[in-house]
Structures are given as C-alpha cells and as structure tokens.
C-alpha cells in the first residue's frame, strides 16, 4: 500500500489520480474513472469531483492508495 499526503481538506478524486501518478491526463482520469475501475473505500466511484480527504483508501487496478 502507497500513501500519498494531501496539503487542504480534500482533493477532487480526477486530481488525486494524477496526484499518484495513476492517470497521466484528467483524459484518463475521467476514463478510468467512468469505466468503474476506481474504488474509494470499498466502493466503486464514478464521480470525477468525489472529494478525496485523509483517511480514504483508493483503489486501482490492483493499486491501492491511502491518503494521509
């Protein structure tokens, strides 16, 4: 498991992607994101503007995230 710190409240989850280097572009983000591949805490999420805060876990395609 990889954490990665946020410096605010929250991060909208298509900037957290890119944040991780999971998605290269917001393109990509969107597209990983509409394809039902990322989880936020167990569940799939399909909203690009999901706020991320510390304490979820991401995950990805096998990748999983905890943001701190």
Known sequence: ?????????????????????IASTGGHAKFLIQEGVVKVNGEVETR?????RPGD????????????
Request: glycine share 6%; net charge negative.
């Open 1 to 21: 498991m990889i954490e990665i710190a946020i410096d605010s409240e929250y991060i909208k989850l298509d900037q957290f992607l890119k944040l991780a280097d």
């Open 57 to 68: 876990l991401i995950e990805v395609e096998g990748n999983s995230i905890m943001v701190v």
């Open 48 to 52: 690009r503007g999901k706020k991320i």
